[in-house]
């Protein structure tokens, strides 16, 4: 009985030909569209973030409404006075986004512009991660004009590797 219905709806999508393009492009977008939609929605919402106790971290801005500023940059100023002061604040730990021209030690290779970051010793151990390379000090001295001291993470390949534009 069910391969008789089914050799009827196939004669008759067979008939009309446009009805049956329509339906068939219907389904695949929508298909699609549920696939996107929960793709995102699980990367997003469901899969739970890469570090330690992402449950625990909060981000801190400042807003500065006098003089038309939302969002500002921490300073170190604010910094240290959160690590000295606070009392219900774990750890703490700054990051402050860029992009640095990289070349070899030579000169020979052409430069590349990668993604870099500046960061306070604190921020990997308050993350609870640890970096692809270079390391973290033993004695951590989180100083403006302290030295400086290189890590790596994903897409710092060798030559043929190209950064991601930003």
Not at 9 to 17: D, F, G, K, Q
Not at 109 to 136: C, D, M
Not at 144 to 160: D, E, I, L, Q, Y
Request: proline share 10%.
């Amino acid at each position: 009985m069910v391969t008789l219905q089914i050799r009827h709806a196939l004669r008759s999508l067979r008939r009309t030909p446009a009805f049956t393009l329509t339906a068939v492009l219907t389904l695949v977008i929508g298909i699609g569209a549920v696939a996107a939609i929960f793709a995102v929605v699980n990367g997003v919402l469901l899969k739970p973030l890469p570090y330690g106790t992402p449950h625990r971290l909060v981000g801190a801005w400042h807003d500065l409404p006098p003089l038309s500023i939302p969002n500002a940059t921490q300073t170190s100023a604010t910094y240290f006075t959160y690590k000295k002061l606070s009392r219900s604040i774990e750890n703490i730990g700054l990051y402050s986004e860029d992009a640095a021209n990289v070349s070899e030690a030579a000169g020979a290779g052409e430069p590349q512009r990668l993604a870099s970051s500046w960061i306070t010793a604190s921020l990997i151990p308050t993350l609870q991660v640890s970096p692809l390379l270079g390391g973290i000090s033993p004695t951590p001295r989180t100083c403006p004009a302290g030295p400086t001291r290189s890590s790596s993470a994903k897409g710092c390949g060798g030559p043929g590797s190209a950064p991601t534009p930003r």
